[in-house]
């Protein structure tokens, strides 16, 4: 899909930047992902700083119900990233569809991003904490080097590749990605998360055979 549609011109932007609002992360660290908020925060400055030096333009994918997060990332960016509006039917999926690349940190939209034909670089350098799992087959479309430099180089570089010079270099790691896709979703971190609560109440019967059971 990437390979079909990355060289769109309906694609408005250079960088979709994947929000990972997590308040109660962002007020404090938490203690199961150290490094999280700075690796946000840290890619948030370093795509402000590219915006700056390079001119791309870039939007940002945040939950529209999100007033926190808003005041949070102004005093970063200020006007040079589009952000829909709350009351806009824009979502996440309508700007990776018209973005070459999403920038993300830890989130699954960073997988899902390329099953909808969008270019992902996964920044993924936090401390003590790596998302990265070591599947060698994946860490083509990771970047590990906390570096301005290294980001800027990696970031220039996919919005300069043509759709072969891409399919060549991210092919392999692109289509592994979207594979197990189904492996990582949302709903499936969400069925496991549930699952695991009610594990720990000793309401294992419930849950059956059956995903969500014990809420209908």
């Known amino acids: 899909l990437w390979k079909r549609s990355a060289g769109s011109p309906n694609r408005k932007y250079d960088v979709c930047i994947i929000s990972e609002w997590r308040a109660s992360t962002f007020r404090s660290v938490d203690p199961e992902n150290p490094g999280f908020r700075e690796a946000c925060h840290r890619i948030y400055t370093y795509m402000a700083r590219l915006i700056d030096e390079e001119g791309i333009k870039c939007c ?3 939950n529209k119900d999100c007033p926190e997060l808003r005041a949070y990332i102004e005093p970063i960016f200020g006007n040079s990233v589009f952000i829909a509006v709350p009351e806009s039917s824009i979502n996440t999926y309508d700007l990776l569809n018209s973005s070459k690349l999403a920038v993300s940190v830890a989130s699954t939209t960073g997988r899902e991003a390329i ?5 992902s670089l996964i920044y993924d350098t936090t401390d003590g904490h790596r998302y990265y799992d070591g599947e060698k087959k994946l860490e083509s479309i990771h970047l590990l080097d ?3 430099d290294k980001f800027k180089t990696r970031v220039l570089k996919i919005l300069a590749q043509s759709d072969e010079e891409y399919d060549e270099e991210q092919g392999t790691a692109c289509r592994y990605a979207i ?3 189904d492996k990582t979703s949302s709903a499936d971190l969400l069925y496991d998360f549930v699952k695991t ?3 720990k109440k000793q309401y294992n019967s419930v849950i059956g055979n059956t995903q969500f059971a014990a809420f209908s």
């Open 197 to 199: 609560e009610l594990e």
């Open 115 to 119: 099953a909808v034909g969008c270019r």
């Open 179 to 181: 594979s197990t896709l």
């Open 146 to 148: 906390p570096s301005y």
């Open 60 to 62: 940002f994918a945040i």
